[in-house]
């Protein structure tokens, strides 16, 4: 997106408050792909998704350093109250964030700990697509971010444990533009994407649609 018109944007929506900027910064700074994190517009977005469809549980698939799980836990704790939470967390809304990454443990542990809304998330290491199905409960939200390879084996193991009208956002399914991009037919992440794409868009069982955000957004509806 042009500069210009992305300073536009972000002068024009909820700021993204000083913890998520630092949290931004220091990913940056002490990750090699730092941005893979979702950043300011995606993740107010993911929070402004979480407080309308008003989930009592969310899963994410990559957590990397927590940037969007802190995201959907804000969203989160806005509904808690409307959902007649106790404030035990007893029956509050609770976003499961798994990382299959350990070696992201020591840095986002405590960023997400030290949140202000750190009692929203249970943050597991281990890989989502194993340990989701054994929480033995059902979301109502799912936010892929997972390795890109794997987008169709995510879907078929997750839309099972999502409830009627549950919504799974996948992230990055433009990839850069490269899904209609000839020259990446060959890569395999660009693969993965594509027959993701195709395989949500011929499934009766769901609704699907593609914001162009960022490196593109899907936002798939369970019937
Ligand atoms: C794009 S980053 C996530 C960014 C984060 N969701 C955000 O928006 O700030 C992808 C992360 O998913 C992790 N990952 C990949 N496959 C996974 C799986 N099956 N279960 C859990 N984590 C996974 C990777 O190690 C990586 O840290």
């Known amino acids: 997106m042009d500069i210009e018109l992305e300073k536009y944007i972000l002068n024009h ?42 989930p009592r549980y969310v899963l994410e698939v990559g957590t990397f350093s927590g940037y ?26 609770k976003l499961f964030t798994f990382e299959i990454n ?14 202000s809304v750190a009692r929203f998330i249970d943050f597991r290491i281990g890989d989502a697509l194993v340990e989701a199905p054994r929480l033995g409960v059902l979301f109502d939200m799912v936010f892929v971010d997972g390795d890109k390879r794997h987008y169709v084996e995510a879907y078929d193991k997750l839309l099972p ?19 209609v991009d000839n020259a990446y037919s060959k890569d395999q992440q660009t693969q993965g ?6 395989y949500v868009r011929q499934d009766s069982r769901v609704e699907v649609t593609i914001l162009p955000i960022r490196d593109g957004l899907t936002i798939i509806r369970k019937k």
């Not at 998520?20 to 979702?38: D, E, F, K, V």
């Not at 999502?162 to 899904?179: C, R």
Request: with cysteine; charged share 20%; net charge negative.
């Open 161 to 179: 444990i999502m409830s009627k009208g549950a919504i799974m956002l996948a992230d990055n399914t433009l990839w850069d533009g490269h899904v």
């Open 13 to 54: 929506i909820e700021p993204e408050g000083d913890y998520l900027y630092r949290l931004y910064r220091a990913t940056n700074i002490h990750t090699i792909h730092g941005r893979m994190a979702s950043g300011h517009l995606q993740g107010r977005l993911l929070k402004m998704l979480v407080m309308m469809q008003r």
């Open 102 to 115: 350990d070696e992201m443990e020591d840095f986002t542990r405590p960023w997400i700990e030290g949140s």
């Open 193 to 198: 994407v594509c027959h993701f794409n195709d």
């Open 68 to 93: 969007s799980a802190i995201c959907m836990a804000e969203g989160l704790s806005e509904i808690a109250p409307i959902m007649g939470a106790r404030g035990d967390n007893g029956g509050a809304p």
